[in-house]
């Protein structure tokens, strides 16, 4: 009997990975979060990240989020006004989506209008190929922010520092 590998769903699309390289050296205009509240059970409301938007100053847009899969991240052609109205027609009251602004909150303001200058991705050695479970971005005043996605969890953002 011959057993299949199962194929790793946590590689990185060529899309993805020329778009993610193309940012480098943009300024940052604005940063959004697609945020999901799952209120089926009221008393113990949850929220996910369902995507991240980054608007560069040049008027490029891109907007990262999980695979099918839950286990990568990719560029996507995000619709909110679709997923909200998809949402709200399956789940009525039970779960909503936002589009909230993250300029002024402490992880985020401090690289508005700051050029990223580098994009940072693992590689899986045995494939030889990127893995797109997890993207650093770091900035010129040297900030770093890692965007990574958790199975459960959704995407998650948070503050970088290399050891």
């Keep these: ?17 020329n778009k993610l390289y193309s940012l480098e050296g943009k300024t940052v205009d ?3 979060c ?4 799952n209120q089926v059970q009221p008393e113990k409301s949850i929220e996910i990240i369902d995507a991240v938007e980054f608007n560069f100053t040049d008027g490029d847009t891109v907007t990262i989020s999980c695979n099918e899969s839950q286990e990568g991240l990719i560029i996507t052609d995000y619709n909110f006004e679709k997923q909200k109205e998809t949402i709200e027609k399956t789940f009525p009251g039970k779960l909503k989506i936002f589009k909230v602004s993250t300029e002024k909150t402490e992880m985020w303001k401090n690289i508005i209008n700051t050029k ?9 050695k045995e494939a030889n190929k990127y893995l797109s479970d997890e993207f650093i971005f ?23 520092e290399e050891i």
């Design 1 to 17: 009997m011959i057993s299949k590998e199962k194929k790793k769903e946590n590689i990185i699309d060529s899309i993805t990975l």
């Design 30 to 32: 604005s940063v959004y």
């Design 34 to 37: 697609y945020l999901w509240i």
């Design 116 to 124: 990223l200058t580098k994009v940072k991705l693992n590689i899986d």
């Design 138 to 160: 770091e900035f010129e005043n040297k900030e770093m922010r890692l965007i990574q996605v958790h199975p459960l969890d959704g995407i998650i953002l948070d503050y970088y």
